[in-house]
């Protein structure tokens, strides 16, 4: 579906780069080509990994020696081409093997990732980094709506997060659909029955706080339990015809016979669950309902500080873990301007501590994923680990601040004007050297 | 009305409803109306200072609430110098700490000889050997033991005195560790009962060390396995950070490792039963500087003064300060009440009973604008207590799957910093559907808690009686009043 417009996108890309240096540095960003419209019709899902995650241990600077020597238990192994080592990416870093999923993407083009990004400032603190990260409100400590909550209000959208009762990211006066996760999104609960609903609904008349919230959470769940009831009957039959076609030629089959051949269609999964059934009931709902334009995921248990392992063990598992949600997510929101950014608090030290594990550091890989990413390779300054290259000696530095890799998203997706990405995240500059992220021919 | 009424049936309560009615028609008679007599103050102090009113706490506070108040706070630091009541068939997760770790050693030394034996005999086969589950029966077990009991305590002033089940919590909140790192969650319950139940009115300083030395925070923060040669800073920086000082007090990422070196060699010995063991040959032994003061090798004893100096930083008395505001008065506290509760906390030396006294006798516990909404936790443990307590297995099985759904799993909130307790975060549209999910299935099976009636409002308590009987019971915990606290 997206190949003519990748084409398209490669040859227009060298013009946009020459556009992009030939202009002057403002504070923000450049205006577009004469003549040209900023866009606002993309869509944009935030992944939040809380706790921290390894951005060494996923994008693997395999060819630096100092990342094997500071690392002599956790390190992922040199490419070699198997499973056991890192995947190669390119001449400098690979990926974790148990991201693996994720490879096509990174082939196709659709994939990238700026090394060494993060907030302005070191902040060890998870819960106090996250708030930063969630506001982009630079030296706010309360009272400010996230910048999901932010951009939905001035653009007219709406804001859907999974999970979490009111991540910081997403709470503000924009109104916001929030659904829980796994399973339970599905269900309308007691809302499925008319007396009980409209005697609930009468309890709750009342012109307060309360009162409104409930109306517009059972109006709400009301609608998103019933697209995702639908949608899972939908693709449990897609699965059987899909089983049946294989079996056509044969007798009539036993329904256990049947049930093991639609497992094997479904190339031996089962319904997807965890961050991949998430994943799927954000990406339905973002498509069912156009006014769904921003989309939050989070996924914890990074605070990898004891015993992380290598190429398996609990960071592989949780890798790997993240990796099939994205795949999943991918794969059904692929709109040629919807983006997906994985992002975290900050990175962890270089160094392996005492425990075969990592404690708090600075610069992190933030990812990027979507058609308008200039991807299949990476983006921004790099610098090895060698120890005069490193933070406090310890962390990588950040050579990006993570707002100027939002900035350059969404002016895409959102046609942010250099007055809206000021208002959005106050104090932040736009990053020039950047500007390729973005394929041209999206701008 | 008079003291002597009878709470058990809502029709004998004119006088508490005639006197919400008149608060709420006039502004003036609100304001000479004495704010801890009304059906609203009783309200307050029952759903703050425990979960929920009872019919017999609705009558006790009815004279005073907050002499009441007051009386909960002498009560509640009696009952947790008494041991819990816990049954018999859970009681195995609260066995004295060194048994605790003893049993839990065999458990893993078991599994691991299992564990051993089928890899010998797949070796042995040429068939693939089964793949069994791991078996986590113990770690389930001691973990089925905490909830069961926690939801038992918050629920029945007959097993918990309320307002200690409610500290309890909110020391666990604070000191927070997580049934979701597998080796922690069999110590959960423990540190639940014997750490923070133990010291929840009583000294702070007592609580930081008892949290300190529990396997659940040793395991949890990692800190047992941090020693000189290998350095972990997790438990060192959240000490800092969330139990004590805060995150903007000051401290550096220097004095995060001198904190860590210092607490080098705390862990434990499951294998000797030894819950806790400092482990002299782990320590470092060398100087250290943690906020400006020198630390030389004194051994465990070093980590113990370090602990104590943080417990007794005037930031931490801020912090604490601020956190019981917040939970117990208003998402935004006055700063001036805060200071109050902070002044308490440094003249007493941390003594939680006489903060919490000058909480409750401070006005601002009883402004009606300084309003709370309940936690997915409070609303299960309200709910619970309103049908007289936890009545089956069920009751438990269905309030966990509501806690979990609704992003507040019981004991396993997975990151150290604790949930928080604002609107901002529970007031989720959809999430206050699925409360009302839980309220009905809860009260589809309970008689209808009349005894609630004289706190709802008038609208509501209308609306309520024009529905069907069965539906009632669950209408009560579903309606917007008793969301809030």
């Known amino acids: ?443 | 009305m008079r003291p002597t009424t009878r709470p058990q049936k809502g029709h004998q309560w004119p006088g508490i409803i005639a006197i919400i009615c008149a608060a709420l028609a006039s502004p003036q008679a609100q304001a000479q109306t004495p704010p801890d007599t009304s059906a609203a103050a009783i309200w307050r102090a029952t759903s703050r200072l425990g979960y929920a009113p009872t019919p017999a706490s609705a009558q006790a506070a009815q004279k005073s609430a907050e002499t009441w108040g007051l009386q909960q706070i002498d009560e509640a630091h009696a009952a947790s110098q008494t041991p819990p009541k816990i049954s018999p068939d859970l009681a195995a997760f609260n066995a004295p700490i060194n048994e605790l770790a003893r049993n839990y050693h065999a458990y893993t030394e078991e599994r691991k000889a299992r564990r051993q034996e089928r890899t010998n005999s797949a070796m042995s086969s040429t068939e693939m050997a089964p793949s069994e589950p791991a078996d986590d029966s113990f770690r389930r077990e001691m973990l089925r033991g905490a909830n069961t009991w926690h939801l038992t305590a918050c629920s029945d002033p007959a097993t918990e005195q309320p307002l200690l089940a409610k500290m309890t919590e909110f020391w666990f909140n604070h000191f927070n560790v997580s049934a979701t790192k597998g080796n922690t969650r069999p110590f959960v319950g423990h540190y639940l009962v014997n750490a923070m139940r133990s010291n929840a009115l009583g000294k702070f300083e007592d609580l930081v060390l008892a949290s300190a030395h529990h396997p659940a925070m040793l395991l949890y923060l990692d800190q047992a396995q941090s020693s000189a040669r290998g350095l972990n800073e997790n438990y060192a920086r959240e000490l800092m950070e969330l139990h004590t000082l805060g995150v903007g007090a000051g401290y550096t990422q220097t004095d995060v490792r001198e904190l860590a070196r210092i607490l080098t060699g705390w862990t434990m010995r499951f294998s000797q039963g030894e819950a806790f063991y400092f482990a002299a040959k782990r320590h470092d032994t060398g100087e250290k500087q943690l906020l400006g003061q020198t630390f030389t090798n004194a051994g465990e004893a070093e980590g113990i003064a370090a602990i104590r100096m943080l417990a007794h930083h005037p930031a931490t008395a801020q912090r604490i300060a601020k956190r019981l505001a917040t939970t117990f008065v208003s998402d935004q506290p006055n700063p001036a009440l805060v200071k109050k509760l902070a002044t308490t906390f440094e003249r007493t030396q941390g003594d939680i009973r006489a903060v919490m006294q000058t909480l409750v006798q401070s006005p601002d516990f009883w402004l009606s604008e300084n309003t709370l909404l309940k936690t997915p936790l409070d609303f299960a443990c309200s709910a619970l207590a309103a049908q007289g307590g936890v009545k089956n297995e069920r009751d438990i099985k269905q309030t966990l799957t509501f806690l979990s759904q609704a992003g507040q799993p019981l004991h396993a909130w997975a990151t150290p910093d604790g949930y928080k307790t604002d609107a901002a975060t529970w007031l989720a549209p959809e999430a206050l559907t699925r409360r009302a999910d839980h309220a009905l299935a809860l009260g589809s099976r309970m008689p209808e808690p009349t005894y609630l009636h004289p706190f709802l409002s008038t609208t509501s308590r209308e609306r309520i009686e024009h529905e069907a009987p069965k539906l009632r019971s669950g209408l009560v915990l579903a309606s917007p009043d008793f969301m809030r606290k």
């Open chain 1, 1 to 443: 579906m997206h190949t003519p417009y990748f084409s398209r996108r490669l040859f227009l890309n060298t013009l946009g780069t020459g556009i992009a240096l030939a202009t002057s540095s403002r504070v923000w960003a450049q205006p577009g080509p004469a003549g040209s419209k900023a866009k606002n019709q993309g869509r944009l899902v935030v992944v939040f990994l809380r706790g921290a995650y390894d951005g060494l241990s996923a994008f693997i600077p395999y060819a630096d020696p100092y990342y094997h020597q500071l690392r002599p238990n956790i390190a992922i192994a040199t490419p070699d081409g198997t499973t056991n080592t890192a995947l190669k990416l390119d001449a400098t870093f690979g990926m974790h093997p148990a991201m693996a999923p994720l490879l096509p993407l990174w082939q196709q083009g659709c994939l990238s990732f700026i090394p060494a990004a993060g907030l302005p400032q070191p902040n060890r603190s998870h819960f106090d980094a996250q708030y930063q990260m969630e506001i982009a409100h630079a030296g706010k400590t309360n009272g400010v709506p996230g910048w999901l909550n932010k951009l939905a209000g001035t653009h007219k959208t709406t804001a859907i997060g999974v999970g979490e009762a009111n991540p910081n990211i997403l709470s503000g006066p924009a109104k916001v659909k929030l659904i829980p996760r796994g399973q339970a999104a599905e269900r309308t609960g007691v809302l499925a029955d008319p007396n009980a609903r409209q005697a609930l609904m009468d309890l709750y008349a009342g012109n307060d706080a309360l009162g409104a919230a409930f109306h517009q959470g059972a109006n709400s769940r009301m609608q998103s339990a019933q697209e995702l009831a639908t949608e899972k009957t939908e693709s449990n039959k897609r699965r059987s015809m899909a089983a049946q076609q294989e079996h056509k030629d044969d007798t009539p089959m036993s329904a256990q016979a049947f049930a093991t051949e639609m497992k094997a269609a479904n190339n031996g999964a089962t319904d997807p669950i965890g961050l991949q059934l998430d994943a799927h009931h954000l990406s339905t709902l973002m498509h069912n309902d156009p006014q769904l334009r921003l989309g939050f995921l989070s996924a914890g248990g990074w605070d990898t500080h004891a015993n992380q392992g290598n190429i398996t063990g609990t960071l592989a598992n949780n890798l790997g873990n993240l990796a099939r949600g994205i795949a999943q997510l991918r794969q059904e929101f692929n709109a040629p301007d919807d983006t997906i950014v994985v992002m975290s608090e900050f990175g962890r030290t270089t160094a392996e501590n005492g425990t075969k594990g990592t404690d708090h550091g600075f610069g992190n890989a933030i990812w990027l994923i979507g058609n308008p990413i200039n991807g299949g390779k990476w983006h921004g300054q790099w610098t090895d680990l060698t120890p005069g290259n490193l933070n406090d000696n310890r962390d990588l530095p950040v050579h990006h601040d993570y707002r100027s890799v939002l900035a350059q998203v969404l002016r895409h997706t959102f046609g942010l004007t250099d007055t809206a990405l000021a208002n959005l995240m106050p104090g932040a500059q736009w990053d020039k050297r950047l500007n390729n992220l973005i394929r041209s021919s999206s701008i």
